[in-house]
Nanobody
Framework: QVQLVESGGGLVQTGGSLTLSCAAS????????MAWYRQAPGKQRELVAQ???????RYAESVKGRVTISRDSAKNTVYLQMNSLKPEDTAVYFC?????????WGQGTQVTVSS
């Protein structure tokens, strides 16, 4: 089994910054990609950012220029640096690992941006 543990969420004012972390552990045979998704109340879960094993990056249009995804491969950890946060960024943020044995999700961390 693979476990993903997210941390770093919280309450921040508009314009503020947060850095989320997601540490993967367990029976990790290979990692193809790690990604951050978010889900706001009443909305579908959406991709925020993704980084592949080869270093390719992908961002949602709504966060481009404000968000940076990075990884520490030695620690099987992915980070999401979020700047210039807006109230519409409020959501539960989930980490996903895509590996040789399938997709795994973390439990989520709440990000709340106050106006």
């Amino acid at each position: 089994q693979v476990q993903l543990v997210e941390s770093g969420g919280g309450l921040v004012q508009t314009g503020g910054s947060l850095t989320l972390s997601c540490a993967a552990s367990g029976r990790i045979f290979s990692i193809y990609a790690m990604a951050w998704y978010r889900q706001a109340p009443g909305k579908q879960r959406e991709l925020v950012a993704q980084i592949t094993s080869g270093g390719s990056l992908r961002y949602a249009e709504s966060v481009k220029g404000r968000v940076t995804i990075s990884r520490d491969s030695a620690k099987n950890t992915v980070y999401l640096q979020m700047n210039s946060l807006k109230p519409e960024d409020t959501a539960v943020y989930f980490c996903r690992l895509t590996g040789g044995s399938g997709n795994y999700w973390g439990q989520g961390t709440q990000v709340t941006v106050s106006s």
